[in-house]
């Protein structure tokens, strides 16, 4: 019963495919105010329905609050839009007139979009429109539990593309997804390019492919309340991040490193905020709930209620707890609070020096968030940029939101939900993955340098200069013998002043 459901998932995947191709190539000839009127009318329909969208994600999941996913559906609507609305995608988009190189945009083609549970409506919404602002057809695979409402944002988008001129089926997806049916999806000949947001087994995946492909790995970020930092301004806005849409977003806090010095103002900011900071044998008890196997996330706590969580470990805590917070000192996949946990839930590191608070950052980052993303509260802008330096990651946010600040909410950072890791985390890129990601660009240049091309020197051919030679020495042998009075005669006189001049000869 099994394989005839992904028998099923399977064809409907290649017919999304074929119907993707088909209207993608008449999307060929859309001009760019046709292609920008299709892009607004979808940011608008998509933008109208991020409340109802929002509802059915947490329905469906289970997952994280509905008004904080209405949020991410904006920015992922309406954010998103504003950011590439004015962006060239067709044709002729640059012209450098002095070194005369003009710049053409043209597609991938179909893109694959793979979609996590976690941001299952956003990532939707937004992979749709930065494919259709590039010309590009999408096809969707929806993660299995959070598919109804991704495929209720791809109708949505789809049908606000139709309705401004759109061909059909340039926004595709799977209605029963199976892994069977993604595998084949980012391997199938008519795929062009991959956007992969998921776990790292599923970037990998894309990446071993044979396809171009944006994946975006795994953040587990620390953030280091420094000592000149504003502490109470600090960790207002950490627990605001942390609890936003109960730590679903892949760029959220996950440790905190404190100096030594200002340990106990953090402690105690961290409880006037709805923090509650767990005992040992409290610790202890939660950790087999984040962790049941070393190094396995549990996934019954993603994106789950501090509550709810510390319910599921037989803790009470005050119903106003926001996050839970233990203390910690060791890092690795067996230490369940240093790991990344999408939920509510903190470990907290003090360090005795900066060069200890580095260390700790270096040592989670490593663990499993290289390339990701780094928080940093300070007031030393030395510091900001030393850390920003030194550590391997793609993003850095400083004095602000990390959750939503990296997907460029607060900051200038350009508007995305797939946030690329670069080479630290073995990535193509280390950019907020946008429209610009989904166009290949053609360049014809003039030429403009006269160039100095020195000719080559005539070269005598081996046989035409043994016998420029030997007609030299038969010239040599004439003039010697002229020299020679006719009665003076002497055979081997004449050999020895003909060898001497030949000496001569091959001496010069």
């Excluded at 510091?383 to 391997?392: C, L, R, S």
């Excluded at 042998?477 to 020299?483: H, I």
Aim: charge should be neutral.
């Amino acid at each position: 019963m099994q394989l005839d459901k992904d028998l099923q998932s399977i064809q409907e995947m290649r017919d999304a495919v074929s119907r993707a191709k088909e209207a993608q190539q008449k999307y060929l000839s859309f001009s760019q105010e046709q292609v920008d009127d299709i892009v607004k009318q979808v940011a608008e329909a998509a933008y109208a329905k991020s409340l109802e969208l929002a509802r059915m994600a947490v329905e469906e999941t289970g997952m994280g609050l509905v008004e904080h996913k209405k949020i991410k559906n904006e920015v992922g609507s309406r954010d998103v839009y504003e950011s590439i609305k004015d962006e060239k995608t067709v044709g002729i988009i640059g012209e450098d007139r002095v070194k005369k190189v003009t710049e053409i945009a043209y597609p991938f083609g179909v893109v694959a979009g793979i979609i996590p549970t976690t941001n299952p409506t956003s990532t939707a919404i937004f992979k749709t429109l930065i494919s259709l602002k590039t010309r590009n057809a999408i096809v969707v695979s929806p993660h299995p539990r959070a598919v109804n409402c991704t495929v209720e944002a791809l109708k949505i988008c789809h049908e606000a593309a139709i309705q401004a001129g759109a061909p059909e089926g340039l926004v595709g997806w799977i209605s029963k997804p199976s892994m069977a049916a993604t595998n084949e999806l980012i391997k199938h000949r008519d795929i062009d390019v991959i956007l992969a947001t998921g776990g790292g087994g599923l970037v990998r995946a894309a990446y071993s492919s044979g396809k171009p492909a944006y994946g975006v790995g795994p953040g587990n970020v620390p953030v280091y309340i420094e000592k000149s930092a504003k502490v109470s301004q600090a960790v207002s806005m950490i627990v605001d991040s942390k609890s936003f849409d109960n730590g679903t977003i892949c760029a959220t806090e996950q440790a905190i490193v404190v100096d030594r010095n200002i340990q106990q103002m953090v402690m105690r900011e961290l409880r006037n905020n709805g923090g509650y900071i767990l005992n040992e044998e409290e610790k202890a008890v939660m950790e087999k709930i984040i962790s049941p196997a070393p190094g396995k996330l549990n996934p019954h706590i993603v994106g789950q209620h501090a509550v709810k969580i510390a319910g599921m470990a037989g803790i009470t805590v005050p119903e106003d707890t926001r996050v839970l917070i233990a203390e910690e000192t060791r890092i690795g996949k067996h230490i369940p609070f240093s790991i990344e946990k999408l939920s509510p839930i903190f470990a907290l590191y003090t360090a005795d020096s900066y060069q200890e608070a580095k260390e700790y950052c270096l040592k989670l980052l490593n663990l499993g968030g290289r390339g990701h993303s780094l928080s940093l509260h300070t007031s030393n802008d030395d510091v900001a940029k030393e850390m920003a330096i030194e550590m391997p990651v793609s993003r850095m946010m400083v004095n602000t939101l990390s959750s939503i600040g990296a997907v460029g909410a607060t900051t200038g950072l350009k508007p995305s939900l797939t946030l690329g890791c670069g080479s630290f985390g073995g990535n193509i890129t280390s950019d907020n993955v946008s429209a610009r990601h989904l166009i290949n660009i053609k360049r014809m240049a003039y030429g403009i340098k006269e160039p100095s091309i020195p000719k080559a020197s005539p070269s005598v051919p081996a046989k035409a200069k043994d016998a420029k030679e030997n007609q030299e020495v038969e010239e040599i042998v004439e003039q010697v013998l002229k020299q020679v009075p006719q009665n003076e005669m002497n055979p081997e006189k004449i050999t020895e002043m003909v060898n001497q001049v030949i000496k001569q000869y091959q001496l010069h």
